[in-house]
Every structure is written in C-alpha cells, then in structure tokens.
C-alpha cells in the first residue's frame, strides 16, 4: 500500500529501468538503469532533450507544418526556430 501513496524516483520507475536496460544489452547497448530517465510522454521527453543541449537564445531548426504544442513549448524554453518545409 504504502508504494501506491509514495512517489516514483524522478528519473521514474527503477524497476522498468532496469528492464529497459537489459532489453537493450540484447540489442547491443551497455546501459545502467541508472542512465535512463522515463518520461510521460513525447513533450516532456523533447522537453528534457531540449534542456540539456539548448540554452535561451538558440536557434533549432523544426519541420514546418509543425504540431502548434511543440512551437508553444519551444517558445516557453526561450528557444528561436527555423521552420523547413516539409511535405
């Protein structure tokens, strides 16, 4: 019960990291759980990705049409883009 009230470690689940973890030692991959980090969704994984390579000010490139919650978000980071057309 008490697992049920408390929350999950940040980087989330351990258990689930650690089997991600062996599933990509069969692909090839040498990870730890410790290297991974689950997110809930593609906008806080692009979130995170963005945080750690991009400071306020840069400028990404994005496909263009664009989904508009991306654009919104990549503007709340502080972040410029170029649009390029896409088909």
């Known amino acids: ?3 049920v009230l ?5 980087a989330g689940r351990r258990g689930l990291r650690e089997q991600i973890a062996r599933l990509m030692l069969d692909g090839g991959s ?12 593609c906008h806080s994984a692009l979130s995170l990705a963005l ?4 400071q306020p000010g840069d400028i990404i490139a994005v496909e263009s049409p664009c989904y508009y919650g991306t654009m ?6 502080g972040l410029k883009t170029i ?3 896409t088909d």
């Open 51 to 54: 945080l750690s390579v991009c």
């Open 72 to 77: 919104q978000m990549l503007r709340g980071l």
């Open 30 to 41: 040498v990870v730890t759980a410790d290297d991974l980090v689950l997110t809930s969704g």
């Open 83 to 85: 649009e390029i057309p």
């Open 6 to 10: 408390n929350y999950d470690e940040l």
């Open 1 to 3: 019960l008490t697992e």
